[in-house]
């Protein structure tokens, strides 16, 4: 019964209206516009704790299991987020990303990234979908001390905020669109907390 109803919900899109709702809310008591037009995007890999689901490998961090590629604002509060198996690189998922962004009416204009996003996706997401996006790279390499990038750490923060949530610290699910709806949940919890 509880399986059929999150199901339910799902194919409604309760769980996007409500993170946008309560997402609003905590944006209006903060004295900010309701809707962002700043996003922040990253991707974060995943070990997999279930052998039935789809999986990849992700070579550069030695990870085995799905990659969740999100679009969070300036509080770090999610705007969007895509699941997939973590051989895709950052490059390859970020057009399927913007595409998920561009359903949610979003109002963001422009989004920092990595520098894994570099090259000619710039301009193809410009192109293709009107957004700007700004590459932030670390400048001081000479330096041994460790310096958060800025902005760019809102979105590690939301990461470890995930890594909370039990059901998040591994993938547990056998599809990429219940994946996804973990992490909508878990932001909504966040948010609710926020309140």
Known sequence: MVYYYFRKWINLEDFDV???????KVRIQRDQLPEPTLGIMDSQSIRWGNNRSLNGIDGNKK???VKRHII???????IAVMVTVANIHDSQAALLLMRVLKD???SVR?????????GKLIAEIKKKFGYLIKISLRT??????FKPIAKRWIIERTFAWFDNDRRLC???ELLMETAEEM?????????LNKI
């Open 63 to 65: 990870v085995k299991g």
């Open 110 to 118: 422009v989004i920092l990234a990595d520098g894994g996003y570099r």
């Open 140 to 145: 001081d390499i000479s330096n041994n001390a």
């Open 18 to 24: 409500l993170l946008e709702k309560i997402r609003r």
């Open 170 to 172: 591994r993938n547990y």
């Open 72 to 78: 969070v604002d300036k509080n770090g509060f999610l």
């Open 104 to 106: 949610f009416l979003s």
């Open 183 to 191: 992490v909508k949940l878990s932001a909504i919890k966040q948010l």
